[in-house]
C-alpha cells in the first residue's frame, strides 16, 4: 500500500488581505466623514435660505394684503376716449372706477360735444366728490383718442385738479 504523503496546507498569511480591507475600509470612512460634511454645510445654508425666503414670503403677504385693501386705501379712474374708424364724428368716453365700469359710454357728436364733455365733467365730479377721504388717481388711456378730445378733456383735467386736492394725473399728460 501507498503511503499517502501528508500534503500540507500551505500557511496562507492573511496580513496584506487584512491590510488591503483595512486601507478600504478608512477610505469608505474618510469619504463617508466628508459627505457628511457637506451635507451638513448644505443644510446650514438651505436653512438660511428658507429663513430668508420666510422672511421674503412675509413681505408679500404684506403687500398682497394690502393689494387686497387697495380699494379702501386709493380710488383709480381710467379715462378712455375712442372714435370710430369710420367716422371721427363719432366719440365715446368711458370711465373706469377701480377697474370696473361705471359710466358706460358717453357718445359724443357734433350736435351734444358740449353737454356730453359737461355730462363727463359732472360723473367725474360727483366722484372725485364722494371719495374726498382718499386719494383719485386718474390715468387717461392715449392710445386711441382725438387730439381736439384730448386737449378738451386735459384740460377738464386740469381744472378738476386745482378745484380737488385729493385728485392725481398720471400718466403723460402731466409732463405737458
Known sequence: MKKL???GIPDLDMTPL?????????????HQMLNTENA???IEQLNEQ???TAAEN?????QLEAYDNEEALVAFVTLYADYKTNNP????????????????DIEITPDNESEAFASFKDALTSFISDK???PV??????SHILYRDQVRLTETLKELEKEYDNLYLTGKQEAE
Open 89 to 104: 364724428k363719432i366719440r365715446y368716453i368711458k370711465l373706469a372706477y377701480n377697474n370696473s365700469y361705471a359710466i358706460s
Open 50 to 52: 428658507l429663513q430668508e
Open 137 to 142: 388717481m386718474l390715468v387717461l388711456d392715449e
Open 18 to 30: 487584512l491590510d488591503v480591507i483595512f486601507i478600504i475600509l478608512m477610505v469608505v470612512i474618510c
Open 58 to 62: 412675509e413681505i408679500h403677504k404684506a
Open 40 to 42: 451638513k454645510q448644505d
Open 132 to 134: 374726498k377721504d382718499m
Open 5 to 7: 504523503r501528508n500534503k
